[in-house]
C-alpha cells in the first residue's frame, strides 16, 4: 500500500507556518486528540459555524492525514485504494490554518496547567481540549493472542498486514486465515481476505452472524452465501488458544478442533479508548461521560465519537458522530442544539450481499408484530417490528432498497397504520402505483433523511448544496461528500438533482479516462468533426496527456474509429483486448477457449464431428453448450489456435465472436416448422439475422433471440435485440439484458414481415454502434437516451432508419471476412508463435 | 563456450506496443516487450497477481495491463502499479545490431 506518510517533523514545518500567520490574532487554542473520523468531523463542522474563532492543533497517532475508517473494508477488499478512503488531504489542514502532528499520539493531559504532552516530549497548551481517540479493538483472553500474526482490524496498518499475509500466502499456494468474530468487521474483513486469495475461516461464538444486527433467518441466509463463496464459516465456536512456535500457526477451539493459520485476525468487538481521560482524572463509565454539548466533567474538555458514553449509551457505528459533531459544534460557538442519542442502521459492505438492520427485532417487546416477506428464489428475507403501529425494527436480507425508507420511518415514529398492508413490498408499493419510481420514492423522503450513511449527509444538507450551485454529480461530491466513499447511495443523489434541477443537470462529464479531459462523446464528435483517423492523430490533437494512451482509452478509440470509417481505419491491433487480438477467450490459467459460429444455434454431423475430432486432436479438457447455443472448447493454448481454427474451417465453421465486443449469438426455439405453437419461421430469421449481423465491432457485447411464439423459449426478452413471432407478424425488442442487472426490454415496435425484422434490427445495432459510448450496453445506452428518443429514430423516422440500414450493411461489407480464416492461413503469426525457444544445457543451472 | 547473453532474434519481430514469449524447456516462459518509443524490456511472463499472461496484455507507456484482471505492472521494474502489490522478476535486455539479446542467468534464474 502507497500512500503519504507525514511525519511528525514535516508536520510542524507545515503548522509552523500557519502558527506564525495567526499569531497576531490572539485566538483561543483548541486542542484535537485524535486525528479520526470524529475528530475531524467536529473540526468541519466547527469551521462551517466559525472559521475564526479558534486557533487548531490536532494530534494523531496514525502517521497519515484523516481518512475514512469505515471504508477500510473496500480497501482491504481491492475495490478502492488508499487515496480513494482520504477525508481530507494536507490541503485541507493547511488551507485551514490546521496544525497536524501526525504519528505522535498524546500520551498525558495535564488539566491543572491545560497542557498535553506527546509521546515525542511535546507539550502544548490548551484553552479548549477535544478528546477523540475513537475505541480500541477488544482482544480476547485466550493464550498466544500476543503472537506475531494476530491483529486486529481497525487501522490501515492492519489492513497492510493483511496485505501482506495474502501475499505470502500466495508464494505458498495461498494462505489461511482464521477471523474470530462474525460481526459486522469480522465478515468485512473475511471477505477481503477471501477475495485476497486466502483460505478464510470465520470463528463465532453466538450461533448467528451479526447476532446484534440480525435474526435468525436473515444470519442463515448470510451464512449460506459466504460458504457458497468459499469461506468456512464455524459458528458456536469457541477459541481455546492461539499457537504457534514465535509466529501464528493456528486456532485451537476448546472442542479440540484445531485451524490451521498464518494470521488470525481478532474482530470481537471494541472498547472505547478511555485511557487518556481516565489518567486525567475525567469521569468515565463505559465511555467518557459526556453532557449534550459533548462536553466532559471538566468543562474545558470535550469528547466526541466512539470513545464517549452519553446517556448510558456507547456507540460503535458511524452515523450518530454525525449528529454528535453538530450539537458539539453549536455548543463551541455558543449555540443550544442538545445531542438526544441516536438511533442506528446497519448496511454491510461485503459486494453482492444486501443486508441492512435497524432498531429493535428482537420481538420480545409486549404488543410486538412482525411482518414478514419471504422470496426464497431471489433470496429475499424482509422482516418489519411494529409496535402499536409504529416501526420499531427492520431486518432485510438480499433488496435493501427500502432500507432508507424503513428506518426514516422509524426514527420519526411515524404511525405506519394506513400503509400496514403494503408496507413490506417498499415504498413505491405502499405510496401507491405499485410501478417502482426511483424519483417519487427520493421526493418523498424528508429533508433530514439520510442519503449518504458513510458521510452523514441528509437530504436536505444535498439540496442544499444544488441550491447553491452543484449541478453535477462531482460537484456533489466535492461540495458535500454524498456518495463519495462507498458510492452506493450515487442513484439517490443522481435523482436529488434530477428533481432539484430538471434538465439542467451537468451528468456525469465522466472524462474518458485519467489521460485526457475530454469524455467519450466529446472525442467521437470531434473524431468525424475533424476527420481524424489514426488513434495517434486522436491523441495529439485532443492532447492526451500520455504517449500512448492506457487500457482503457485504446480500445475504445480504436472502435470509434473503426465505427466512423469502415473500409477505410486499420484496425489496430495493439489497442485490442487480448480476447479480440487472438480470436478467443482468454482463460485464468491463460489458455483459450474457442467458440465456432452455429447459424440461429443450428448445427449438423459434419460440425459435431470436426469439433469432436478438434477436441481429441488437441486434448481439450473440456466441452461446454454455452448461454447461447453454441459449443465452447476448453483449454486451447495460443500456438494451436491457427491450426484449431484451420480445423474448423475445414467443416465451414468461422470465428463465434464469443470474444468480441460484437454481434455475439442470435438463439432460437424451433418455431413453426416443428413446434405445434409455433407462429413463423424463429429459426430461419434467427439464422438470416446472424447471417446479416455477424463480425460486426460494438460498443460492447450484443446478443438477439428469436422466438417463435410469445411462449418465448428463446428468452428473447432478456437480449439486445429479441424478435418474439405472433400470429400476425414479429414484435420486435430492444435493450434487455441479462447479467448482473436484469431487464426485460422495452416494445421497439411490431412489424409485419421478416424484411422488416431484418430492417428495423440493422437499424437498431447502427444506431447502437453509431450513439453508445463504448463498454456500454444496450441496456444502460437505452435508459440513458430514452425508448422515445430509439423509436423516433427507428420507428417514426423511415428515412433515417433506411440510412441507419445502409451505413450498417456498407460496414458489414468490410467486416464479415472470418478472422479465423486469415489467421489460419498465416497472418498475424506473431500473435501466435513463440519468438524463440531457450532449451538450457543442463537443467541443474536452473535451480 | 555459453555465452552471457541468449539471441532471441529481430528487434523488429516484436510488435510495436506489443510483445513476444520465449519458453524455457522445464521453466517458465519470458515475455520480451517493445514499447510505443522503441524500448525493450523482458519480464517473466507471469502477473504477480494470479499469474496472467502479461505478454498478452495491452502496452502502454512503460507498463503493460495484465489481461486477466487489469493490474499494471512497470516493464522496467517488474513491479506492480497504484495500489497493488506484488513483483514479476525483470531480465537484462539489449540491442546489437539489431538482435535482440536477453541475459542468460537472469533467464534461468526468473524461469526455474
Known amino acids: 500500500m502507497d500512500f503519504q506518510e507525514y511525519r511528525a517533523g514535516e508536520a510542524q514545518a507545515v503548522g509552523a507556518e500557519s502558527a506564525s500567520r495567526s499569531a497576531a490574532a490572539p485566538r483561543e487554542h483548541l486542542v484535537l486528540i485524535g486525528n479520526g473520523m470524529a475528530g475531524c468531523r467536529a473540526i468541519e463542522e466547527l469551521l462551517a459555524r466559525d472559521p475564526a474563532r479558534y486557533r487548531i492543533t490536532i494530534f494523531g497517532a496514525e502517521p497519515h492525514v484523516n481518512y475514512n475508517r469505515i471504508m477500510l473494508s473496500p480497501v482491504l477488499a481491492g475495490e478502492k485504494s488508499f487515496d480513494d478512503i482520504l477525508i481530507n488531504g494536507p490541503d485541507w489542514y493547511r488551507d485551514s490554518g490546521i496544525e497536524l502532528i501526525a504519528g505522535d499520539p498524546v500520551t498525558a493531559i495535564d488539566r491543572a496547567a491545560r497542557t498535553v504532552t506527546s509521546r515525542a516530549g511535546r507539550t502544548v497548551g490548551y484553552d479548549r481540549l477535544l478528546i477523540a481517540t475513537g475505541s480500541d479493538p477488544f482482544i480476547i483472553p485466550v493464550p498466544g493472542n500476543d503472537l506475531p500474526g494476530v491483529i486486529s482490524f481497525r487501522d490501515m496498518k492492519d489492513v497492510d498486514a493483511m496485505l501482506m499475509a495474502a501475499e505470502a500466502g500466495k508464494a505458498q499456494g495461498g494462505g489461511s486465515a482464521v477471523v474470530i468474530g462474525g460481526g459486522l468487521l469480522g465478515l468485512e474483513a473475511a471477505h477481503g481476505l477471501t477475495l485476497r486469495g486466502m483460505k478464510v475461516t470465520v470463528l463465532h461464538l453466538p450461533g448467528t452472524l451479526m447476532e446484534r444486527q440480525l435474526d435468525e433467518a436473515a444470519g442463515w441466509l448470510l451464512k449460506t452465501a459466504l460458504e457458497a463463496r468459499g469461506q468456512t464459516i464455524l459458528t458456536g465456536a469457541d477459541t481455546a488458544e492461539i499457537y504457534g512456535d514465535g509466529q501464528v500457526e493456528g486456532v485451537r477451539l476448546k472442542d479440540g478442533r484445531e485451524i490451521p493459520a498464518s494470521l488470525v485476525v481478532m474482530a470481537v468487538g471494541i472498547r472505547p479508548s478511555v485511557a487518556l481521560a481516565r489518567a486525567a482524572g475525567l469521569e468515565v463509565g463505559r465511555g467518557i461521560r459526556v453532557d449534550d454539548h459533548m462536553v466532559t466533567s471538566d468543562p474545558a474538555i470535550l469528547a466526541v465519537g466512539e470513545c464517549v458514553e452519553h446517556d448510558g449509551q456507547v456507540y460503535g457505528l458511524v452515523a450518530p458522530l454525525w449528529d454528535m459533531c453538530r450539537s458539539l459544534a453549536d455548543g463551541l460557538t455558543g449555540r443550544a442544539n442538545p445531542y438526544r442519542g441516536s438511533v442506528t442502521s446497519t448496511k454491510l459492505k461485503v459486494a453482492g450481499l444486501d443486508v441492512f438492520s435497524a432498531g429493535d427485532f428482537s420481538g420480545a417487546g409486549a404488543g410486538c408484530e412482525d411482518i414478514v416477506l419471504r422470496d426464497a428464489s431471489r433470496g429475499v428475507y424482509k422482516r418489519l417490528v411494529l409496535q402499536e403501529d409504529r416501526i420499531i425494527g427492520a431486518v432485510l436480507y438480499g433488496d435493501t432498497a427500502d432500507g432508507s425508507w424503513y428506518f426514516d420511518l422509524l426514527r420519526k415514529g411515524e404511525s405506519v397504520a394506513g400503509l400496514r398492508e403494503s408496507l413490506i413490498f417498499g415504498q413505491a408499493f405502499a405510496s401507491g402505483g405499485g410501478q417502482a419510481d426511483p424519483k417519487a420514492a427520493v421526493a418523498a423522503l424528508s429533508d433530514d433523511a439520510e442519503i449518504c450513511g458513510c458521510n452523514g449527509v441528509s437530504k436536505g444538507q444535498v439540496v442544499s448544496c444544488i441550491a447553491k450551485g452543484a449541478r453535477s454529480l462531482d460537484a456533489v461530491r466535492g461540495a458535500c461528500k454524498a456518495s463519495a466513499s462507498c458510492g452506493s447511495c450515487t442513484s439517490l443523489v443522481e435523482s436529488l438533482l434530477v428533481l432539484t434541477l430538471g434538465d439542467e443537470v451537468q451528468t456525469g462529464p465522466k472524462t474518458m479516462c485519467p489521460c485526457t479531459s475530454f469524455t467519450h462523446d466529446d472525442v467521437r464528435r470531434e473524431i468525424v468533426a475533424q476527420g481524424m483517423t489514426s488513434i495517434p492523430e486522436v491523441m495529439q490533437r485532443l492532447h492526451w496527456t500520455t504517449p500512448d494512451g492506457c487500457a482503457s482509452c485504446r480500445p475504445a478509440l480504436n472502435y470509434y474509429l473503426l465505427c466512423a470509417w469502415p473500409g477505410d481505419y486499420v484496425d489496430d491491433q495493439q489497442s485490442r483486448f487480448v480476447n479480440e487480438r487472438l480470436h478467443a477467450n482468454i482463460q485464468k490459467d491463460g489458455t483459450y477457449s474457442v467458440v465456432p459460429r452455429m447459424w440461429g444455434g443450428l448445427t449438423s454431423p459434419r460440425e459435431l464431428r470436426a469439433i469432436a475430432d478438434v477436441v481429441e486432436k488437441y486434448n481439450a479438457p473440456m466441452i461446454k453448450v454455452t448461454g447461447g447455443q453454441r459449443l465452447d472448447i476448453f483449454g486451447i493454448r495460443k500456438e494451436d489456435l491457427p491450426a484449431v481454427w484451420a480445423d474448423l474451417n475445414a467443416a465451414g465453421m468461422v470465428s463465434g465472436h464469443a470474444y468480441g465486443k460484437a454481434l455475439r449469438t442470435v438463439k432460437t426455439c424451433v418455431g413453426s416448422e416443428w413446434c405445434r405453437f409455433g407462429t413463423q419461421d424463429s429459426t430461419g430469421l434467427g439464422v438470416r439475422i446472424e447471417q446479416m449481423s455477424w463480425g460486426s465491432w460494438m460498443p460492447h457485447k450484443f446478443k438477439i433471440a428469436v422466438s417463435g411464439c410469445p411462449r418465448n423459449c428463446a428468452e428473447a426478452t432478456i437480449k439486445d435485440f429479441g424478435v418474439v413471432c405472433v400470429d400476425s407478424g414479429y414484435e420486435l425488442h430492444v435493450a434487455g439484458n441479462g447479467g448482473i442487472h436484469v431487464r426485460a426490454t422495452d416494445l421497439l415496435c411490431k412489424v409485419a414481415t421478416e424484411q422488416e425484422a431484418l430492417d428495423y434490427c440493422a437499424a437498431f445495432i447502427q444506431l447502437y454502434r453509431e450513439e453508445a459510448r463504448y463498454l456500454e450496453r444496450t441496456a444502460p445506452w437505452v435508459e440513458r437516451v430514452g425508448i422515445d428518443h430509439v423509436k423516433a429514430r427507428i420507428v417514426d423516422d423511415g428515412i433515417g432508419r433506411e440510412a441507419l440500414r445502409a451505413r450498417f450493411l456498407h460496414s458489414q461489407s468490410f467486416s464479415q471476412e472470418d478472422p479465423w480464416a486469415q489467421r489460419a492461413a498465416g497472418g498475424a503469426s506473431e500473435q501466435h508463435a513463440h519468438m524463440a525457444q531457450f532449451k538450457p544445457v543442463s537443467m541443474e543451472e536452473m535451480a | ?112
Request: aromatic letters at 4%; charged letters at 20%; hydrophobic letters at 40%.
Open chain 2, 1 to 112: 563456450m555459453i555465452g552471457e547473453w541468449l539471441d532471441i532474434g529481430w528487434a523488429h519481430e516484436i510488435p510495436a506496443r506489443g510483445s513476444r514469449t520465449v519458453p524455457v524447456e522445464g521453466g517458465e516462459e519470458i515475455a520480451v516487450f517493445r514499447t510505443g518509443d522503441g524500448k525493450l524490456f523482458a519480464l517473466l511472463n507471469r502477473c504477480p497477481h494470479k499469474g496472467g499472461p502479461l505478454s498478452q496484455g495491452i502496452v502502454h507507456g512503460h507498463s503493460v495491463a495484465c489481461p486477466l484482471h487489469n493490474w499494471s505492472i512497470a516493464l522496467a521494474t517488474g513491479q506492480a502499479q497504484g495500489e497493488d502489490k506484488g513483483c514479476t522478476p525483470t531480465i537484462p535486455v539489449k540491442i546489437d545490431g539489431g538482435r535482440v539479446l536477453i541475459c542468460r542467468a537472469s533467464t534461468l534464474k526468473a524461469a526455474a
